[in-house]
């Protein structure tokens, strides 16, 4: 393509009112005091006629509804069609509740509407209406702040701890756009870990990325920030012995100092950049559905946990009681379920949106075997939260992430359907 590739970007404060619900642990825990500010940060990106815009939110996940009704408003104030927008979490637990899932609580629909919404829309559009032409340059490295969080036990139990031989996707890769006078004007880092640093702390903050993106737009320059890949697996490797932190801020700040540095060394590395073509595509992908849990079962279980309303037990409950209701109506069994998935191609890279918390084996695998890009960036919690979505080879050690998987909608998915989702990715990706 002839045209330069065009980008255009801006940043907004999206940092809530304290004493506001912090969504990723339980119904109870309300912000108490800000650590750092939370932040909306938009990429437009357009040439010739093809434009997109990605947009990176430092909350935990907004809920699929919401995120519709997030993209669509977008497309309104950007011209650009809500197919070629993908909004992405990078997933802090230290954040407003947006999502809205039984047991964790409900949609601080105030916040949206008065602080959140507001500054997204304000920061599409100034990135839109500010385009200049860039080159590209890209750079991989490793990092091992993530680790696999699926700690086996002694007893062939699954907890939620530390799991050193378990999966996990230790490459960051820094993306970089430089201006026609050779200054840094933008950063992408993406790697694949949760923001559950902190713990259960009553600061909101950005947790670990947060130190991070600051870093290096304090040392290399240009407005940075991070996209999370898939971290349904991968927390940060805490010096507890666990992926999550002991209610304490600092931890966070610690460790996003270990991911700067990481970064750091990657963007070092980073020495050429090049004109990019820029295209997307915007599809769906297809995941197969198990059976519901029979009748009489749903009828048992529920009698055991109808009095719980917290964390997973809580979210079990309404999916037995949905589960029942759905006998009552006289509902069918689907074969599959559909969701949305925009993929912007800029260069040999491309970003891909899962609105699910996948395992970090979905994105390798996808990667390695995609034999049209170079790079394939998967997201997690982007356009959407549809919950973990767990590997075929991990569901049968179940544990929390797989119980979450299984109870997230009436109908679970099927055993294979990471391999499904793998194959539908990998047919959309020929076609961008």
Same mark, same amino acid.
């Given at each position: 393509?002839?045209?330069?590739?065009?980008?255009?970007?801006?940043?907004?404060?999206?940092?809530?009112?304290?004493?506001?619900?912090?969504?990723?642990?339980?119904?109870?825990?309300?912000?108490?005091?800000?650590?750092?500010?939370?932040?909306?940060?938009?990429?437009?990106?357009?040439?010739?006629?093809?434009?997109?815009?990605?947009?990176?939110?430092?909350?935990?996940?907004?809920?699929?509804?919401?995120?519709?009704?997030?993209?669509?408003?977008?497309?309104?104030?950007?011209?650009?069609?809500?197919?070629?927008?993908?909004?992405?979490?990078?997933?802090?637990?230290?954040?407003?509740?947006?999502?809205?899932?039984?047991?964790?609580?409900?949609?601080?629909?105030?916040?949206?509407?008065?602080?959140?919404?507001?500054?997204?829309?304000?920061?599409?559009?100034?990135?839109?209406?500010?385009?200049?032409?860039?080159?590209?340059?890209?750079?991989?490295?490793?990092?091992?702040?993530?680790?696999?969080?699926?700690?086996?036990?002694?007893?062939?139990?699954?907890?939620?701890?530390?799991?050193?031989?378990?999966?996990?996707?230790?490459?960051?890769?820094?993306?970089?756009?430089?201006?026609?006078?050779?200054?840094?004007?933008?950063?992408?880092?993406?790697?694949?870990?949760?923001?559950?640093?902190?713990?259960?702390?009553?600061?909101?903050?950005?947790?670990?990325? !947060?130190?991070?993106? +600051? /870093?290096?737009? #304090?040392?290399?320059? @240009?407005? %940075?920030?991070? =996209?999370? !890949?898939?971290?349904? +697996? /991968?927390?940060? #490797?805490?010096?507890? @012995?666990? %992926?999550?932190? =002991?209610?304490?801020?600092?931890?966070?700040?610690?460790?996003?100092?270990?991911?700067?540095?990481?970064?750091?060394?990657?963007?070092?590395?980073?020495?050429?950049?090049?004109?990019?073509?820029?295209?997307?595509?915007?599809?769906?992908?297809?995941?197969?559905?198990?059976?519901?849990?029979?009748?009489?079962?749903?009828?048992?279980?529920?009698?055991?946990?109808?009095?719980?309303?917290?964390?997973?037990?809580?979210?079990?409950?309404?999916?037995?009681?949905?589960?029942?209701?759905?006998?009552?109506?006289?509902?069918?069994?689907?074969?599959?379920?559909?969701?949305?998935?925009?993929?912007?191609?800029?260069?040999?890279?491309?970003?891909?949106?899962?609105?699910?918390?996948?395992?970090?084996?979905?994105?390798?695998?996808?990667?390695?075997?995609?034999?049209?890009?170079?790079?394939?960036?998967?997201?997690?919690?982007?356009?959407?939260?549809?919950?973990?979505?767990?590997?075929?080879?991990?569901?049968?050690?179940?544990?929390?992430?797989?119980?979450?998987?299984?109870?997230?909608?009436?109908?679970?998915?099927?055993?294979?359907?990471?391999?499904?989702?793998?194959?539908?990715?990998?047919?959309?990706?020929?076609?961008?």
């Amino acid at each position: 393509m002839s045209t330069k590739l065009l980008l255009g970007t801006s940043r907004t404060i999206i940092t809530p009112i304290v004493g506001g619900n912090l969504y990723g642990y339980s119904p109870d825990v309300y912000s108490t005091c800000v650590n750092d500010d939370l932040t909306a940060t938009a990429f437009a990106f357009s040439q010739g006629d093809t434009s997109a815009i990605l947009i990176t939110l430092t909350i935990g996940s907004i809920n699929t509804q919401l995120a519709n009704e997030t993209i669509g408003r977008i497309s309104e104030v950007t011209g650009i069609d809500k197919g070629n927008i993908i909004i992405c979490a990078t997933h802090t637990h230290s954040a407003p509740n947006l999502t809205g899932t039984v047991g964790w609580g409900e949609i601080d629909r105030k916040y949206y509407d008065d602080i959140f919404l507001p500054n997204v829309l304000k920061a599409a559009k100034e990135a839109s209406e500010n385009k200049v032409p860039v080159r590209m340059g890209y750079s991989q490295g490793e990092s091992t702040v993530g680790i696999n969080r699926r700690e086996l036990k002694a007893d062939n139990t699954i907890g939620l701890g530390q799991n050193p031989w378990g999966p996990v996707d230790k490459r960051m890769t820094v993306i970089s756009f430089e201006n026609e006078d050779g200054e840094r004007i933008a950063n992408l880092i993406h790697y694949g870990c949760h923001g559950t640093a902190s713990g259960k702390n009553t600061e909101i903050t950005r947790d670990w990325s !947060g130190v991070m993106t +600051d /870093v290096i737009e #304090r040392d290399f320059g @240009g407005l %940075t920030a991070f =996209i999370n !890949g898939p971290e349904g +697996d /991968v927390g940060p #490797r805490m010096p507890n @012995g666990r %992926t999550v932190g =002991i209610q304490m801020v600092q931890y966070a700040m610690e460790l996003g100092g270990y991911a700067a540095r990481d970064a750091k060394t990657i963007a070092d590395n980073l020495k050429v950049y090049r004109d990019a073509d820029l295209s997307v595509y915007s599809g769906e992908v297809k995941i197969p559905l198990a059976p519901r849990m029979h009748l009489e079962i749903a009828k048992a279980e529920y009698e055991k946990v109808k009095e719980d309303n917290v964390n997973h037990l809580g979210l079990y409950a309404e999916h037995c009681r949905a589960t029942i209701e759905s006998y009552e109506k006289g509902e069918t069994d689907k074969e599959y379920r559909s969701y949305g998935q925009t993929i912007i191609r800029i260069g040999d890279i491309a970003i891909v949106s899962f609105p699910f918390e996948q395992f970090c084996e979905i994105g390798m695998r996808i990667d390695t075997y995609c034999k049209e890009i170079p790079y394939v960036l998967s997201l997690s919690n982007s356009n959407g939260s549809e919950g973990y979505f767990a590997t075929e080879s991990e569901r049968v050690r179940g544990g929390y992430e797989i119980k979450m998987c299984d109870i997230k909608h009436i109908q679970p998915y099927a055993e294979n359907a990471d391999f499904a989702l793998i194959c539908e990715t990998l047919e959309n990706l020929k076609k961008v």
